[in-house]
């Protein structure tokens, strides 16, 4: 699929472009993440592109997905509704790069518990790293509400022991602050390099949602995932439970 897409945009191919939109938003994408990849001379206008063929064939949400501040700006410029920002780390550079573009644009933003030092080991050290954010954040008058607190998942097969740890941590985030941060992952990284994907995927997503977690970067086109999140939202009590669950 990435190597389509690429193509994709290589091509400037509109109809191929808004087919996968589409198709995200009715597997049940609420918001719909954009990237031009890696290596590309034309990322800014590549993204101009994508959030103009995006907001064509949806009106769900788009998060602005890139390293560079410049495509960025390029692609919030273009977007009309409220977007989302994939990512900021808790260096604070980065934060006072990227936090003034949350404000400029009405945007939310993911904030990964990342410093120079790496992925944190412990609850605590994530726990610091958070604070640092939303301190952050509150300085810069962004609203603690516009932040996305993503503990970083690792994969099964490096950081096995990494993952009860994570599942701690949304229940740890949830407390730092009133109103609660909301919380992401990037569920797949849990699977990299292992056998079982999906199965993996699910579980460990299963886990998250009883902690609370409140957003995820997932393969929406996985049915069983997607089920998994509906049976979540009738048995977390967020959702009223019906015979027909899993078709709403």
């Known amino acids: 699929m990435f190597t389509s897409v690429g193509k994709a945009i290589d091509n400037r191919d509109a109809n191929f472009i808004a087919k996968v939109v589409a198709d995200q938003a009715n597997a049940g994408a609420q918001i719909i993440d954009l990237s031009t990849g890696p290596g590309r001379d034309d990322a800014k206008d590549a993204m101009k592109w994508l959030v103009k063929v995006a907001q064509g064939a949806t009106d769900k949400r788009l998060s602005i997905d890139s390293p560079s501040v410049d495509v960025l700006r390029a692609g919030l410029e273009e977007c009309k509704g409220h977007p989302l920002i994939n990512s900021t780390t808790a260096d604070v550079e ?10 400029e644009f009405n945007a939310e933003i993911v904030c990964l518990t990342i410093s120079d030092k790496g992925i944190p080991n412990t ?15 509150m300085d810069m008058g962004v609203s603690t509400e516009a932040l996305y607190l993503d503990p970083v998942i690792l994969p099964v097969s ?21 109103p609660a941060p909301k919380t992401i992952v990037g569920l797949s990284n849990v699977s990299s390099g292992a056998q079982e994907k999906k199965l993996l995927n699910r579980t460990m997503l299963a886990m998250l949602l009883g902690r609370g977690l409140d957003a995820a970067i997932v393969d929406v086109m996985d049915v069983d995932l997607m089920n998994v999140v509906k049976a979540a939202e009738v048995l977390n009590n967020k959702k009223l439970y019906a015979h027909s669950f899993l078709k709403g």
Request: net charge positive; aromatic share 4%; with cysteine.
């Open 94 to 103: 980065k934060m006072t790069t990227l936090f003034p573009l949350v404000k």
């Open 123 to 137: 609850v605590d050290q994530r726990m610091e790293l958070a604070m640092m954010i939303l301190a952050t954040a």
């Open 158 to 178: 490096a950081g096995q022991n990494q993952l009860p740890l994570v599942c701690e941590s949304i229940t740890a985030f949830k407390n730092l602050c009133t």
